[in-house]
């Protein structure tokens, strides 16, 4: 069956008979994409799991708010972008420590096979992402992983290009210090 | 920016990061993309839970405040001391410095002058009289003989 448009799912979701249907489409066309930008922000898998649930909830209840000058998909990723800063300052909160330490506790993750399937050059580099602070993280998530334009992200962040591109810079150049300096370690 | 531009700048900034492929390396559970939609649809159609008016929340906060403020009120209120007795009376004030202090203290404390002045009474006894109070207070009179 060829996916419905998002106008399409939008006239649906507004006659209250086809409601929870075209809601159920909207989740079904989204979740992956929303899915991956949560769980490279978080990176347990039980934490992106509540994190999404908390995104398409708050969706539910937004949707009738939408407008339709915005795109859906950025909308959802807006409130997925701002769920995810929030998921992470509340653990930090909840836990009474730094964004480092929320990060060090995450990144447990990926030590298991059970959840994280890529190589030790993979591994090196999800650590040097989860060293960056949250709101540098998503920038680079977005850019680097979802080949986002700087347009959009700033539709999603509410933050100019100009410091979009600055933090992205920042970020990479951070996450190549990152690599080279486990580089030194393995080559010792 | 066209992707192959990005990833060229990208390889000129930062070779080790421009090395690494592009993959997504997190292991979803299986059936996960399945599941969610159901679940997100039960919550949202869950009926929300019983909301408490506002002003039984601001009391139920208010409330229990106000008893540990006049607890700690109660408890941590100074005994009352006869310097932090706030006079009602002039009787009061009298009455709490003579517990105090010995008649003979005050009198001491104070002038002469200051003393009250007490009429003189004369008294007079028949001496049936006099001989019953004698009696009645057993009185020996060879004190006063001798």
Redesign the interface.
Known sequence: MEEASDEELLTLFRKEESRHYAFNLIVRKHQRRLYSFVRRMVTDPDETKDVLQDVFLKAWTGLDRFREDAQLYSWLYRIAHNESISHLKRMRRGLFVSDAKVSERLTTTLDSSEHFSGDAIQKKLQRAVMNLPPKQRAVFTMKYFDEMKYEDMSQVTGTTVGALKSSFHIAVKKIEDELAKADQTFVQ | MK?DD?DKE?HG?????GA?P????????KD??NR??????A???KPPKAAWPPWLKRAAVALPAMAVLLFALHTLRPATVPGDATPQSDDRILAVVADQLGTEEILDATEEADWPQFSTVTVQLTPEEAAAYVDQNQIDLNEYLY
């Open positions: 992707p990005f990208l900034q930062a070779p080790l990061l690494i592009k993959a997504d390396p997190f292991v979803v559970e996960f993309f969610l939609p159901h679940e997100v649809q919550l949202a159609t």
